[in-house]
């Protein structure tokens, strides 16, 4: 009904839609950054965009993104509705909830973490084991061309096991690799055609077969693998003793018996969301890394003779070092301002009628923060499309610019932002501190990418050479 769908008075800017499947061929899905930023150089900062029945605002500039993740944070701290989403996230995890449940879920998760150490010593020990590990696998390649992807999402993901199970897998555990995959597989077929078509008209393509189909199978077992480490838990379960995650929300769940937060398959919901969340988003980061570092010898080898004049070679590198590692702690910062894994943030939805930069924004409508407006700004950077680690120094001190803003800003920024950059930190210097990253010989590494869940570096072969 094209009258219904008419955009409202003073509702900002909207380039002409279809009526079906709207603005997605404005999308230059091998870019959309790309065609993001040309529509907001024609209609500014702020403009709409449809897409099927979804009708949505963008924002871009540091000026919008803080009204609305910030100033009207309040306003915009839901998530939307999307059928598929309901699936794969649920509504009631720590992705997609709402309200009540995602507060208290939220506020539940950060201090759980927090007790597990974040910050502290013990979860800086498990990333380390885990380092240990990862450094293994590469020097078992020998210098010989390999693809990195496997070992280094295994790595990441096992630091969040261990956290939320306390077990981690053995890289060439078959069962688990399979379980990545179906991970993986599941972020990138939301991209699909039927996907998106499930997700404008889920009662009809509920029977139709399609990517939506195959998205849910996935999930049917990811949640069996989860379900069966919750049983063992609930098994030989100590309430006086929490071992990691589940052992917490599983004494919440029993202090708090009539609540209607904390149950059982809440918990399902949220240990996935973590996984989700945590593994594909780190692990392209790191991946974005290695490239960066073998398509830039020099940036390298600033990098391994800074870990070499603070670490040395004998000891492994902990959190600690990061002050002292200004040249590093840069890079890694390039590196996720280049890689930009999560280009547009996760989508938030009006809560209550609003008005930003004076256009209304009706209750409800979806609204998109583009990070990569920040993160790429044309006058905030010196050379914003180009990998350039002096955007982060100052006097050859690490410095940090407030545009760097990846995580997202407010308070439904990222949850686990002190944990990936825990991460990210230990996992590059223990690799440069015994590796020199190179391109196969006669190969150009190129900087293509793949949007699955993250922003991710197109599969590539590369060679870990033992310094
Ligand atoms: C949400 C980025 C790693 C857990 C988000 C959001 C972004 C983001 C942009 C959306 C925030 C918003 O709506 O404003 C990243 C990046 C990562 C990373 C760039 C790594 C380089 C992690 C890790 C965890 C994690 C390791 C695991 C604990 C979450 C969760 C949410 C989230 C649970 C949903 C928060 C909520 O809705 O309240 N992340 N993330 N993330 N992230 Fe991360």
């Known amino acids: 009904d094209y009258m219904k769908n008419r955009n409202p008075k003073n509702f900002p800017p909207t380039p002409f839609r279809l009526p079906f499947l709207g603005h997605i061929y404005l999308l230059d899905f091998k870019d959309p950054a790309v065609t993001v930023e040309k529509l907001s150089k024609r209609y500014g900062d702020i403009f709409g965009m449809h897409m099927g029945s979804m009708k949505f605002v ?68 498990r990333i380390q084991e885990e380092c240990h590990y990862l450094v293994d696998a590469f020097r078992d390649e020998q210098g010989k061309p390999f693809n990195p992807q496997l070992k280094v999402t295994n790595a990441v993901s096992n630091v969040i096991c261990s956290l939320i199970f306390g077990n981690r897998f053995e890289y060439h555990d078959e069962d688990f690799q399979s379980l990545l995959k179906l991970m993986y597989d599941t972020a990138v077929l939301h991209g699909a055609v039927t ?28 949640k069996n693998f989860m379900q069966e480490q919750i049983n063992k838990h609930k098994e030989d379960w100590n309430p006086s003793e929490s071992r990691d ?74 959190l600690e070092d990061r002050n002292n590692l200004h040249y590093t702690n840069a890079v890694i910062h390039e590196v996720q301002r280049k890689g930009n894994v999560i280009p547009f943030n996760a989508p938030r939805m009006a809560t209550e009628d609003a ?75 223990s690799l440069l501190q015994k590796f020199t990253f190179q391109a196969p010989p006669d190969t150009t590494l190129n900087l293509q990418f793949t949007i699955g869940i993250a922003v991710a570096p197109k599969p590539y072969k590369i060679c870990a050479v033992p310094r």
């Open 355 to 429: 008005y930003v930069d004076g256009y209304y924004i009706p209750k409800g409508t979806l609204i998109v923060a583009n990070l990569t407006s920040l993160l790429l700004d044309k006058n905030e950077w010196k050379t914003p499309d180009t990998f350039n680690p002096e955007h982060f120094l100052k006097d050859g001190k690490f410095w940090k610019n407030e545009y760097f803003q990846p995580f997202s800003m407010g308070k439904r920024a990222c949850l686990g932002e002190l944990l990936a950059r825990s991460e990210l930190f230990l996992f590059f210097t």
């Open 195 to 222: 996907t998106q078509l499930y997700n404008n008209f889920p009662s009809i393509m509920k029977y139709v077969p399609g990517a939506h189909q195959t998205i849910f199978k996935n999930c049917r077992l990811l």
């Open 245 to 318: 995650y589940i052992d917490s929300y599983l004494l919440e769940i029993s202090k708090d018996r009539d609540s209607d937060t904390f149950q059982e398959e809440h918990l399902m919901a949220c240990t996935l969301d973590l996984m989700f969340a945590g593994t594909e988003t780190t692990s392209s980061t790191l991946r974005w890394a290695l490239l960066f570092m073998a398509t830039h010898p020099e940036i390298q080898a600033r990098v391994q003779a800074e870990i070499d004049a603070v670490i040395g070679q004998a000891r492994p590198p902990a």
């Open 58 to 125: 963008i924002v871009n500039g540091m000026r919008l993104v803080k009204e609305v993740l910030v100033n009207q944070g309040d306003k915009f701290l839901d998530r939307p509705d999307i059928p598929v989403d309901e699936e794969v996230f649920s509504k009631i995890g720590l992705i997609s909830s709402n309200g009540h449940l995602w507060k208290a879920q939220r506020r539940f998760t950060l201090s759980t973490l927090r007790n597990f150490g974040l910050g502290k010593r013990s979860l800086e020990e």
